[in-house]
């Protein structure tokens, strides 16, 4: 019964929460290609404020993540996720109307807005499908939706804006969230107890199983315990040193490849915006990979740090690499960038099921929620930084010794945090404060 439960969560929960987050990264991702593109031409933006603009969405994303988070622990995902879908698809194909920079600034900062409830909303709806041995998995997929985003964005992208431009793109990569929110209403239920498709016996089964993991873990009162506890506030460190790099690689990955092609970099050959966007696919062909790998052994061995670690110090050492070589040797720095991407990508399914394990119920959602949106002020500070060095200094020599310096910070703060005490008395009645 267990086996035959366990398909039927995945084959239908899965593909719902990979597509729903694939289009989120799509519609806050193709900025870069924007930007390679030539949108700072075309609206008159200075180099500083193209920086400033592709790191607005994460100034918006930090700030609405806990109260979204609240809101699907207390209420309801599916709401929340469908309205979403609704304003950042709106959001994003607008992007491809605007005339004026405050325009686009505007429009930037609310679509960081409208998808910031996102993430910790999904974690929360899979902690509510699946147990503890299978949650780095099921992580894996709903994060898969990154780099497996940005594999097929980076050409069908380079293929818009070579045919149509950027402004197409824009609008044509924005009205899918629109039609899968109409999609996401009908099929989505928050939890296994409100669905046809399992019988009593699998519904009751699945529920026993989630009641005693919450059991077993050390009784939290309320967000205010959780959010001053000591892994929490480690894992929120961790997560804005981690982002920093994987941001500041995102949104500038096209531009940096480009640049460094035509500076005369890959042998004096004629590239664009085609060839940039092969070649920005590949670093996330790896990326997802590592992420299906590296979270099938994390839940082998039940084991979340051991593979968070080690990834993360091997992109650091990639970054350092590339930097260490200068900027006349374009195919092997470019090699080593996919390394680095693969493996800043690799330990987000265990990462993220740390916090489950560690925290009850009635808390986990917000503590998730928090520590994302301290990734998202990484983000927003990664994507500015990255920005500004490239620019400043016309080379990304720069930018790869800063994220790895950052994703250095993440790994000695990874290794900090400790397991919490377990609970040894199953807990009967619902958590304080829930």
Known sequence: MTATLAARRWWTIMPIVFITYSLAYLDRANFGFASAAGINHDLGISKGLASLIGALFFLGYFFFQIPGAIYAERRSVKKLVFWSLVLWGGCAALTGVVSN???????RFALGVVEAAVMPAMLIFISNWFTKHERSRANTFLILGNPVTVLWMSVVSGYLVNSFGWRHMFVAEGVPAIAWAVCWWFIVKDRPAQVSWLTDDEKRDLDAALRKEQAQIKPVRNYREAFRSSAVVKLSAQYFCWSIGVY???????SIIKNGMESGLASGSHFG?????WLSALPYLAATIAMLAVSWASDRIDNRKVFVWPCLLIGAVAFAASYALGAHHFWESYALLVIAGAAMYAPYGPFFAIVPELLPKNVAGGAMALINSMGALGSFVGSYVVGYLNGATGSPSASYAFMSVALVASVVLTLAVKPQAR????????MPGK
């Open 101 to 107: 920079v405050p325009s686009l600034m505007a429009i």
């Open 248 to 254: 500041g690689f995102v949104l500038w990955l096209p």
């Open 273 to 277: 915006m085609v060839e940039t966007g």
């Open 423 to 430: 609970d040894t008395h199953a807990l009967a009645t619902p």
